[in-house]
């Protein structure tokens, strides 16, 4: 089983709103990552977590949470988004964080009104 | 830092042709891994092939091929055959020996034309 799986795959939500986004994969991966992908853009890499503990956070600003309550699970937390936070919000799994080959979910679409 | 240059915003093929895709990258490193990764208009980010610096022979995955010079600094990517389920956009990636973080060119939409 290959599969990275994302919900809720669209999401629309006011700039007041709280909101998650939920990511899964049931490969044993311990290294999990959030990228966020404008149209027609390549993905920038948000967090990583390696075996459940955040490794990185490129900038990002605190109105994303990211969380990873367990090796197979992480969650981003929305609060106070912008419109220009709408974007492809991809997760992506890889055996190790040292180990390359990232697999990706098919993505949250999220709109931000 | 490394970067990666995809120079190729849009291409065209007509099925059952052959086309390449152009990548280079800069980097001060001498062992790191290269990617294409292929997203279809269902967005799904998938990898198509993967090379490792250290190896001199070509990766290639079916009708996928690369073709690596790493004095060039070039990573080109050979379709052969071309399929309708090609169309999709094309990301060339690079990745550093420590892992991790994956640095993504601009992309190249493909279109396989009937």
């Known amino acids: 089983d290959t599969e990275v799986t994302q919900t809720p795959k669209h999401l629309v939500m006011g700039m007041t709103n709280k909101k998650s986004l939920k990511c899964e994969q049931h490969m044993g991966h311990r290294a999990m990552y959030w990228y966020k992908q404008k149209a027609k853009k390549p993905p920038e890499l948000m967090f990583v977590y390696s075996y459940e503990k955040l490794s990185i956070n490129e900038s990002v600003p605190s109105r994303f949470s990211p969380e990873c309550p367990n090796s197979s699970l992480l969650n981003l937390h929305l609060h106070a988004l912008q419109p220009e936070d709408s974007a492809l919000y991809l997760c992506?799994?890889?055996?190790?964080?040292?180990?390359?080959?990232?697999?990706f979910g098919p993505g949250t679409r999220l709109t931000v009104t | 830092a490394q970067t990666v240059t995809q120079s190729q915003p849009e291409m065209s093929v007509q099925e059952a042709e052959t086309v390449t895709l152009s990548c280079t990258y800069d980097t001060s490193e001498n062992n790191y891994y290269l990617f294409w990764y292929k997203q279809p208009p269902s967005r799904q980010m998938i990898l198509v092939i993967r090379q490792e610096a250290y190896k001199q022979q070509n990766a290639t995955e079916n009708r996928f091929s690369v073709n690596f010079q790493k004095a060039a600094k070039s990573f080109s990517l050979k379709i052969s055959d071309s399929q309708l389920g090609d169309t999709a956009m094309y990301f060339c990636a690079f990745m550093n020996n420590q892992g991790g973080k994956l640095i993504f060119g601009q992309g190249t939409e493909l279109s396989v034309k009937p």
């Open positions: 992506a799994s890889s055996q190790a964080y040292r180990v390359n080959e990232q697999y």
